[in-house]
């Protein structure tokens, strides 16, 4: 199970100061416990994933089994924000870093930008590859996936005719209604349904993440076992919960010590696209009403060559959050050189592990020193299991430390701007006036 250490603020943090925002911290969890809060027709997410049906998981396992059948070797997931990133985080965290999966489709992402030269590389490697698509969208009007639906569809029909494309396909979109599902009607897409309680940020459970993943030949049923784990601890009413601890030390960090930035620290490549994961979850949650902690991140030891003399000297505006891997996947050996010009026979016989291990104690100790609170969250290994924890993990920690901010979790009013903006520019039907006005701003 997740190990929650805040050994690393003690330095910055008064024991009764704590204490108090626990009290905070476990009146937020009342609060997202009893569903009485703002956005409490958003907590589908709760259920999960004890709600998951077998059957649900073996209509994965089917559209994975028929694609398989076709020989299907590259699946394009096409989606943005919560709709592609929960499944890109554990494609990045379980995928061989370097080689192309044997046996299984490549997974590439699609919609989640508006680059028209990723988007003509892309369909290089689709021309050249076996070709299905998941498409996952809740209107099927959001302007970036649907552009690269648009494009993808077109190149999927052309290939393989109307009824080919019908079953390289899958749509995971609303239940009844929206641009998306009326499609899938006309065209006999196979669908599955993002559920209307459920936000994009919050789904990486459901079809939205599991699906993807499931395609890609991991074990989902281990995830899912290690969300239910992680579950068990994080709805209890207890001090001791890792989530209500969690929540707590980052809200005092921001209203007692002035924290503005939290900077998630990874010592594992791995990681870097979970990263992304947790970014946006806390980022949307918490960043409105003026208030919030932005959310930052880093992998070291990489960033420690580019950010570390700002993090150990720097403005002291941040605290640290560090997932710690105790345990590698695989066993790399340092040898031993006779002439020792690197100086590193002093390393000899060491599991390169060891040496990052030190490096993480070293930048913990070297960062408290520096006046930066450190929050250590420590996990066995990095599979499925372990990411399923993590997702619970910070899903519950998140509502919970975003009421005891005192912000609603489950809304993103500010995400609308840009979108506004955009369309008056491009000049979409309906957006008339909008134009007008934008464009004399410019203008003047």
């Known amino acids: 199970m997740i190990q929650l250490k805040l050994d690393g603020c003690e330095r910055f943090v008064p024991p009764s100061a704590f204490k108090a925002s626990l009290g905070k911290a476990l009146e937020a969890y009342d609060v997202l416990d009893s569903e009485t809060g703002p956005g409490n027709d958003f907590l589908g997410w709760k259920t999960l994933p004890d709600g998951i049906p077998a059957s649900l998981l073996q209509e994965y396992e089917s559209v994975r089994d028929d694609w398989y059948g076709l020989g299907v070797n590259l699946v394009i997931v096409i989606g943005i924000g919560g709709s592609y990133l929960g499944a890109r985080c554990a494609l990045d965290a379980l995928n061989h870093q ?29 021309d050249r590859s076996n070709v299905a698509c998941i498409v996952i969208s809740k209107s099927g009007t959001t302007t970036e996936p649907a552009v690269a639906f648009r494009i993808v569809k077109e190149h999927i029909e052309s290939r393989y005719g109307k009824e080919g494309a019908a079953t390289r396909i899958v749509a995971v979109t609303d239940a009844v209604k929206g641009a998306l599902k009326t499609l899938s009607n006309q065209e006999g897409y196979r669908t599955f349904v993002v559920p209307d309680n459920v ?88 960043g409105k009403d003026g208030k919030g902690i932005y959310p930052a991140s880093a992998t070291f030891t990489t960033d420690l060559h580019s950010l570390g003399q700002f993090i150990q000297d720097g403005e002291r505006c941040m605290f640290e959050t560090t997932i710690k891997v105790e345990k590698a996947s ?105 134009t007008k006005a934008i464009l004399s701003r410019i203008q003047n």
């Open 98 to 126: 370097f080689l192309l999966p044997e046996g299984r489709p490549r997974i590439v992402f699609a919609g989640n930008n508006l680059s028209e030269d990723y988007l003509a590389e892309m369909m290089d490697l689709a």
């Open 199 to 286: 936000g994009g940020r919050f789904s990486v459970l459901t079809p939205v993440g599991l699906l993807p993943i499931c395609v890609a030949g991991y074990d989902i049923c281990s995830m899912i076992k290690g969300a239910a784990a992680a579950k068990k601890a994080v709805t209890v009413r207890s001090e001791d919960n890792p989530a209500v601890r969690y929540a707590a030390m980052r809200n005092l960090m921001y209203s007692d010590l002035g924290k503005r930035v939290e900077l998630l620290v990874t010592f594992n490549p791995r990681l870097t696209c979970f990263a992304e994961w947790w970014k946006q979850l806390f980022g949307e949650s918490e």
């Open 330 to 434: 695989r066993s790399v050996v340092i040898g031993s050189d006779p002439q020792d010009l690197d100086q590193l026979n002093y390393l000899a016989g060491r599991n390169v592990e060891h040496c990052n291990s030190m490096a993480a104690l070293g930048t913990k100790l070297a960062h408290i020193d520096g006046g930066v609170p450190q929050i250590e969250i420590c996990v066995e290994k990095i599979d499925e299991y372990t990411l399923g924890e993590l997702f619970c993990f910070f899903e519950f920690a998140c509502g919970i430390s975003a009421y005891q901010l005192g912000v609603n979790p489950f809304n993103q009013p500010g995400v609308e701007a840009y979108k506004k903006n955009m369309f008056a520019l491009l000049r979409k039907p309906g957006y008339e006036e909008a």
